[in-house]
């Protein structure tokens, strides 16, 4: 499922879009930041949205 764009406020510079991308469920909560950050879509996301599973 698409989701809002979120990423690590950690780790800044991908962001994410699918709720089941194991990169961005592996962001702790306190670290998860909504919007893109200026970053590129993760490749995982980019992946999952390909196939129609995002």
Same mark, same amino acid.
């Given at each position: 499922?698409?989701?809002? =764009?979120?990423?690590?406020?950690?780790? =800044? @510079?991908?962001?994410?879009?699918? !709720?089941?991308?194991? #990169? @961005?469920?592996?962001? #702790? !909560?306190?670290?998860? *930041?909504? $919007? *893109? @950050? $200026? $970053?590129? %879509?993760?490749?995982?996301?980019? #992946? %999952?949205?390909?196939? @129609?599973?995002?």
């Amino acid at each position: 499922m698409t989701v809002a =764009p979120f990423h690590s406020s950690k780790n =800044p @510079g991908v962001y994410h879009v699918c !709720s089941n991308c194991t #990169e @961005g469920n592996n962001i #702790e !909560s306190r670290y998860k *930041t909504q $919007g *893109t @950050g $200026g $970053g590129r %879509l993760c490749k995982n996301c980019k #992946e %999952l949205q390909d196939k @129609g599973k995002c």
